[in-house]
């Protein structure tokens, strides 16, 4: 299938909420089925890129996939850094397997580089992002202020040594949780 990878655009919002919907559906690993809202959510935090929000259309235009990055922050005693974290992305259950998500998650981890962000991190249960050279965090002492299997905390740093000696947990923002707030 030939499809393309943009930025969001506004005119997009109501087509991505049905991609989000129907990718999660059956993802129950993955889902606690608040991600249109968190996307929703999301989009009027304070440190929210529209070029951090992405769409794949197929050669009729037509929305297939989204994904979402936002900056968190990794803070421990001793320093504070930002890093991009994917935190949604869905391709349309007819879509699935034809690399889209791969593509997406390229894109964004590109856009990230660029912005000169040191890694990109993302909450995982599946194989997805180990297959796209994903790492658990602690390998770099990063731990999750989520509950969440250490396992399924992943990044990927974005040059050599950009995580050398740094650590810390990495905190989401409250429009991250609504009201399902977790952190610890």
Known sequence: MKFSVETINRNDYAAIRGIIADSYK??????DGDEVDMVDR?????????????????????????????????????????????????VGSHYQNQGIGQAMVSELENRAQLAGYPAVSAIDNSDFFYKNNYVAADNFDIFSTLSIDMNANLIKPLTDGSLFNKGGKIYYPEEFFGVRNTEV
């Open 26 to 31: 059956n993802d129950a690993p993955n889902t």
């Open 42 to 90: 999301l989009r009027s935090y304070t440190k929210y890129q529209s070029n951090f929000e992405i769409v794949a259309k197929g050669s009729d235009h037509r929305i297939v996939g989204h994904a979402l990055m936002i900056p968190v922050q990794v803070s421990s005693s001793r320093h504070s850094f930002d890093v991009a974290s994917i935190v949604e992305i869905s």
